[in-house]
């Protein structure tokens, strides 16, 4: 079982709209968590930080739940250049990171 | 603002040679982390180095070897390549301070 579980999606919405999806993580040790997204064969770009309080960064909120270990990704007025695989990733109290498979969302005109 | 910098950024060696590949963190960040992504895969943490001293290691083959140097960059070394190997290879950065990883644009390896 991966350490990371993700909604594998596809998720396709038109723009404007309001898309979310979650992951889950196994090890309650896990300190540090983030989300990422990916273009086909580009790097992954670090989209934000999560907290336990919850965050948000314009159109992106990213909530953290520690009890039931799961992470959520809500994109609100959903844009064309939102299309790409948005990876769930966590930190233990070490350096690696565990990435989740992502979720892919395409948003259409 | 200074990324990441990876080379080569394309990579084409047959089987059983070396491959070097080097990544240039981004400026005062002291730690070094390399991940390699299979297609259709997650990207799968290597190893990593902080002040120069290896720091963590993940599902790195023994013909693989890494280091960092006194100015920060790091070369993962890579002998004896198998078809397997072919991937895309991210590096990535941070500071020790701040866990948030920052990922160079990778190189990508094909072994023939």
């Known amino acids: 079982r991966k350490e990371v579980e993700q909604d594998p999606g596809p998720f396709n919405v038109p723009e404007g709209a309001t898309v979310a999806f979650n992951c889950t993580y196994s090890?309650?040790?896990?300190?540090?968590f983030f989300w990422y997204r990916q273009d086909c064969r580009k790097e992954p770009k670090l989209l934000m930080s999560v907290y336990s309080s919850g965050n948000e960064d314009g159109r992106f909120t990213a909530q953290l739940n520690r009890a039931s270990q799961y992470i959520s990704l809500l994109i609100r007025d959903s844009k064309l250049s939102d299309s790409a695989t948005y990876l769930c990733v966590v930190n233990r109290n070490d350096y690696k990171l565990s990435f989740g498979a992502g979720t892919t969302v395409t948003v259409r005109a | 603002a200074a990324g990441v910098i990876q080379s080569p950024r394309h990579l084409i060696k047959e089987k059983r040679e070396t491959a070097t590949l080097k990544c240039y963190p981004i400026p005062r960040h002291d730690t070094v982390y390399w991940y390699q992504q299979g297609p259709g895969q997650d990207p799968q943490f290597l190893i990593s180095f902080y002040e120069k001293m290896q720091s963590d290691k993940g599902s790195i083959p023994d013909r693989f070897s890494a280091q960092q140097f006194s100015d920060y960059h790091s070369e993962l070394n890579m002998s004896s390549l198998e078809l397997g190997d072919s991937a895309l290879y991210f590096c990535a950065s941070s500071s020790h301070l701040n866990r948030e990883q920052y990922f160079g644009p990778g190189t990508r390896l094909t072994v023939t």
């Open positions: 090890n309650s040790a896990s300190q540090s």
